[in-house]
């Protein structure tokens, strides 16, 4: 086991108002029923709440039960969706800002084209098709419609999905002419979220992007959601049972570094872990690196499954803890070692690669372990973290 040593030049990030308690949010993306039972419960302990767009009707009942939950509706950015085209006529409803229909007699020029002309289909995703983000006569219906439906149906807020940055999303290995760099693929993208921001504004509608990778991509986080209200990250520090983040130039740091910035600006910041249920280690490790940054608006939820947005995943009992007030932001304890310290607690996270030694970390009184246990100090070994209370 390794000794803590502390650095002379520990290094200390800005410290967001609140952070003591947990926010969660509840993606259900996949139209499986919910009973009115579920809605009342998910409203009362959920911050966020995303529908589909032909799920309106729930919001009421979610609103009954907690008046403060924030209910967003799913829309993606980048692609409109033959399926949802019936016989030339588009849904009523749609998971896009755009109709396939509307789209395919009117204006073929939204789809965007690969080197050879053709257009761009979702792998893995049939059905999607990519459409051009930086033409602004589609950024201007995209928003029109959503903003239209969204404030008609009632809806808190707007999850735009798929917020890309490499040029070969979803079609590996090649670019689309247009854009045929990162660079310009992301520009185009920054067009329409600056574009379209001032309507979502106007009509009262938060938004918030899914910006998964953002970390391999240096400021693009910020860069975004410079135009929005807030970021989704959805792999967040574990990407399964055994493969979690460590620190590294395009690692831990610069994730976590999503919730800090988004809190300094007064942003929404939805991370999402990827583990199973009763896999311990990487819920603690992202939890508790969720607890060194968040504050006021901040939310976590982990997920067990790619794309398993059906019924809540369970609650867990950390979720319901008090920390007290953050006596300040979190700093750097060691290498690599990351501590903040609550008036009811302190968190911990020991973000060296997951096959390094354990490090022991005093903690400067009496805590409780998540076991119950009494500890004036902790182990950890790399890729973990605790959540520990204290007397207060």
């Known amino acids: 086991m390794a000794a803590l040593v502390t650095p002379a030049n520990a290094v200390e990030q800005p410290a967001p108002p609140g952070g003591g308690t947990v926010q ?5 993306m996949n139209s499986t029923p919910v009973s009115d039972e579920v809605l009342a419960t998910e409203a009362r302990r959920r911050a966020y709440i995303v529908l589909n767009a032909w799920e309106g009707g729930l919001i009421p009942k979610l609103k009954a039960a907690n ?3 924030q209910v967003f509706v799913y829309k993606d950015l980048s692609s409109t969706r033959s399926y949802a085209c019936r016989n030339g006529v588009d849904d009523a409803q749609l998971p896009t800002g755009v109709g396939y229909c509307q789209a395919q007699k009117d204006h073929p020029e939204w789809f965007l084209l690969d080197p050879n002309g053709r257009r761009f289909e979702y792998g893995g995703y049939s059905g999607h098709w990519q459409m051009d983000v930086g033409n602004t006569a589609y950024q201007d219906a995209w928003a029109a419609n959503v903003v239209q439906s969204s404030t008609k149906a009632g809806f808190d807020g707007v999850f735009m999905d798929n917020a890309l940055f490499p040029c070969d999303a979803y079609h ?3 670019c689309p002419a247009k854009y045929p760099t990162d ?7 920054k067009s329409m979220l600056a574009n379209t921001r001032d309507d979502f504004v106007a009509a009262g509608l938060k938004t918030v992007a899914n910006l998964s990778n953002a970390r391999l991509h240096a400021g693009a986080w910020d860069a975004y959601t ?4 807030g970021g ?3 792999w967040w520090l574990t990407f399964n049972d055994n493969d979690l983040l460590s620190e590294y130039p395009e690692g831990w740091s610069r994730q976590v570094a999503q919730i ?7 942003k929404i910041t939805w991370v999402q ?13 992202a939890l508790a690196s969720y607890l060194l940054a968040a504050g006021d608006k901040a939310a976590i939820a982990s997920i067990d499954q790619t794309d398993g947005y059906g019924d809540p995943r369970p609650w867990r009992t950390e979720y319901d803890w008090d920390l007290g007030a953050p006596t300040g932001p979190y700093k750097s304890v060691g290498a690599n070692i990351f501590l903040r310290e609550f008036s009811c607690g302190t968190v911990v996270v020991n973000a060296n690669r997951t096959d390094t030694k354990a490090v022991d970390v005093p903690l400067g009184g009496s805590h409780l372990t998540e076991r119950g246990t009494t500890v004036d100090r902790v182990s950890l070994a790399g890729t973990s973290g605790a959540i520990l209370r204290a007397a207060c």
Do not use: C, I, K
């Open 67 to 69: 008046p403060a939950v």
């Open 232 to 234: 989704f990250d959805e």
């Open 273 to 285: 872990p990827h583990h199973s249920d009763g896999a311990d280690r990487p819920y603690r490790f």
């Open 24 to 28: 969660s949010f509840w993606l259900h």
């Open 226 to 229: 410079q135009h929005l209200d």
């Open 183 to 189: 660079a310009a693929l992301q520009d185009a993208y």
């Open 260 to 266: 800090t910035s988004n809190e300094a600006r007064g």
């Open 172 to 174: 590996q290995g090649v």
